[in-house]
């Protein structure tokens, strides 16, 4: 992935922004897997552990196709659809810069079962109502499994049931008080409103006489705002992502005195180097 060669050309002042826009690409390159085992390098990860290891590279590699997406959208001139991919961008950037945070708090305060219920809603969470009355269903038929969790229906519904972006953007908000705004604005250019039609495709040369072209959102003040943008992003994805990662020997501390506390096998679980 790189930076379209025109864009340097175009805007020599955001060199800079571009730079950092590469660094942090090449980073995320550097950190892709194409296959992850619970068990590396003789030691055994905590099942939790293991889900979050591979919810960081769904995330990894999802960012790393919008960005790529984004690239190629500015290269051909589609501003609108690199705003929209922005959008989305920022949406999932979000979701783990959050999960880092919140999985500080719950490491804090101890709470196992937190932790598990944060991934599992991480990885299964979704908007899709059948789905969710299909996950209550196979549940209750669980019921009577020892291995099953002990729990209502309310709690399994909220534990299929996708968080609500806004909610992430408003917690993240109190961390950087404009994320919320930013990503309200980013919507603008995804719906049916000024920014995303007249602001992009239209140049009024007077109050009659207008010109209809996808290049005209190729434009200073959108090259600006975008990019500073991306690359705000793609650090906050790097500082979420390495975030959990630092967290996994505290999340196996936690698992192994959970299991201690079941009178089960702690010693399976070993902390990583």
Request: negative net charge; charged residues 30%.
């Amino acid at each position: 992935m790189k930076v379209p060669d025109y864009l340097y050309d175009l805007f020599p002042e955001l060199e800079n922004t571009f730079e950092q826009i590469k660094i942090h690409l090449m980073a995320l390159e550097q950190c892709k897997l194409n296959e992850l085992y619970p068990k590396q390098n003789n030691i055994v990860l905590a099942r939790t552990v293991y889900q979050f290891a591979v919810y960081n590279q769904i995330v990894l590699l999802r960012v790393i196709d919008l960005s790529d997406g984004i690239l190629n959208s500015w290269a051909n001139k589609n501003i609108s659809s690199a705003f929209i991919l922005l959008r989305a961008l920022d949406e999932n950037v979000s979701a783990i810069y959050d999960a880092n945070i919140r999985l500080e708090k719950l490491i804090k305060e101890k709470d196992f079962i937190g932790i598990y219920k944060l991934i599992f809603n991480l990885q299964f969470g979704t908007r899709i109502k059948e789905r969710i009355k299909q996950a209550l269903e196979k549940e209750k038929g669980l019921r009577e499994s020892e291995e099953a969790l002990k729990v209502t229906d309310e709690e399994i519904e909220k534990a299929y049931s996708a968080q609500q972006i806004l909610s992430v953007m408003d917690r993240i908000s109190k961390i950087f008080p404009h994320h919320r705004d930013i990503y309200e604005y980013l919507c603008e250019y995804a719906h049916p409103n000024y920014d995303g039609l007249n602001g992009l495709y239209c140049h009024w040369e007077d109050k009659v006489t207008v010109k209809l072209s996808k290049e005209n959102g190729v434009s200073k003040g959108n090259a600006s705002k975008y990019f500073s943008s991306l690359e705000f992003f793609l650090k906050m994805f790097v500082e979420g992502h390495d975030g959990i990662i630092r967290k996994f020997n505290d999340i196996t501390e936690l698992s192994n005195e959970d299991l201690r506390s079941k009178r089960k096998d702690a010693e399976i679980y070993k902390k990583l180097p």
